[in-house]
């Protein structure tokens, strides 16, 4: 690989797709990345724009010395710019969209490119989304825009068809491991990662620098376990444990954190359930899954993941999490309820 695809995790074909066809002149305007949460779609858009910003590319290299490469990987490069949702908004709005079509109408500033990198394409407001299309439709040709979506089927069809689509799957476990131990991560630990990140490279990454994450995770594991060992009477208190009365944003933060905790753990009693217990993630809770996967047919199990992913979209949609979370509590199987 390239030096400047050699630290990326994975997805070499990806990784293919976007720097050498960029060095050439055969690259795309507009490129969309999709793949699921954690692959790293966000940091190979940004690799990317590194690459295509650098001011002595040779050979399929950026040179990482230059003071374009310098600026970018300060993540202060003056022609690389993120539109991403604010803090306080759930969309990407019209205002960010106008942002996109000013950067395209000027000069670039240090390089002979500039990059617009959209995070959670699928983000974009109705009316954003069409005024970008604008600006794809008739692009600049020192402008390259790279959109990120977890899925690519969520973004506006014609913004997606304007786009080079280059997706991301999830990474094999030695990989991870392999990334994880060049980090200096322990080999014992790294297997450990590797195997709950469930291809997730990214997630693997963020668990071995901050220990908080897999406490967070235990967390959310632990709740869902004392929601399926009690009665569904009961369980509406337990919806507590997510719950941030002073802070709405952090309550749903934790939501979302928790449902996608759950929908893997429930992926998992499935395929234990089917007799493929190597490719269960949760290797930490095997005991669990065979438990759930004994109690429950294939259609309950199917069933807990669809209800799952409903809460999901009740939160995505702007439902309130509480009435969100308390539903699903009663909707979830009892197992050994007393």
């Known amino acids: 690989m390239t030096q400047w695809s050699s630290p990326f995790i994975g997805n070499d074909a990806a990784v293919r797709l976007l720097g050498p066809a960029e060095l050439v002149g055969a690259g795309a305007h507009a490129y969309l990345l999709t793949g ?49 949702r604010r803090d306080d908004r759930r969309t990407i709005v019209v205002e960010q969209a106008q942002e996109v079509a000013r950067i395209s109408a000027i000069k670039p500033y240090q390089s002979d490119r500039k990059v617009v990198v959209i995070v959670d394409a699928e983000a ?42 280059v997706t991301l799957g999830k990474v094999g476990t030695r990989v991870i491991i392999r990334a994880l131990e060049a980090r200096g991560v322990p080999a014992e630990h790294a297997s450990v990662l590797a195997q709950l990140s469930n291809g997730r490279p990214g997630w693997a990454i963020n ?46 933060e934790a939501m979302a954190s928790a449902l996608a905790t759950w929908t893997g753990w429930w992926r998992d009693v499935l395929v234990v359930r089917a007799g493929c217990e190597e490719l269960a993630s949760c290797v930490d809770r095997m005991d669990e899954l065979r438990d759930a996967a004994t ?44």
């Open 124 to 165: 974009l407001e109705a009316r954003a989304a069409n005024l970008l299309l604008k600006t794809i439709e008739e692009p600049s040709d020192d402008t390259r825009i790279v959109l990120t979506s977890g899925d690519g089927d969520l973004v506006l069809p014609t913004i997606r068809s304007r786009c080079r689509e």
């Open 207 to 252: 668990a071995a620098a901050d220990p908080s994450v897999l406490e967070v995770r235990g967390v959310h594991l632990d709740l869902l376990s004392s929601v399926l060992k009690t009665r569904r009477y009961a369980r509406l208190p337990l919806a507590d444990r997510l719950e941030d009365p002073r802070n709405l944003a952090r309550t749903r």
């Open 36 to 84: 699921p949460e954690h692959v790293g779609k966000r940091t190979l858009a940004l690799r990317f724009a590194a690459f295509a910003t650098c001011l002595v590319p040779d050979g399929g290299r950026s040179c990482g010395s230059c003071r374009s490469c310098a600026a970018s990987a300060r993540g202060a490069h003056p022609d690389i710019h993120v539109i991403e």
């Open 295 to 338: 109690k429950l047919e294939v259609a309950g199990i199917a069933g807990a993941i669809r209800r799952t992913g409903l809460a999901t979209s009740h939160l995505d949609d702007n439902v309130n999490p509480r009435l969100a979370l308390e539903g699903l509590f009663l909707d979830l199987p009892e197992l050994g309820a007393a």
